[in-house]
């Protein structure tokens, strides 16, 4: 790439620290939205949405909380899957997987008494 003059631009790139702290302050419309697809895509039960989203993991917990509540509803998922907020810690859980998981847990318990 070259400047006006016909001299050489060389760009720098930012380290991804910097490009996420960037990212996390920057609102996006629809920005919760892939979450919540990444998470009905999975097959995980339960997930802690900072520790698997890093550019939204610098933003406040009831910020995150608020976007994610408002994507699931957005995709008509409300029934399965639910926003849990403790103190600056914001989870997404699948009804559906933690009732298989609710029913292997008793079925282990029984197969113990016996």
Known sequence: MSDNNGNTVTLKGMP??????????????????P?????????????????NFPLIADKNATTIYQGLTNAINKLGLDETV?????GEVVYLAHTERLEILKAAMLDSDDNVDS
């Open 16 to 33: 991804m620290d910097e490009i996420f702290g960037v990212m996390s302050q920057t609102r996006t419309k629809g920005g919760y939205i």
């Open 35 to 51: 979450v919540i697809q990444a998470f009905e895509d999975s097959d995980e039960a339960m997930i802690n949405v900072k520790d």
């Open 82 to 86: 639910k926003v849990k907020k403790l």
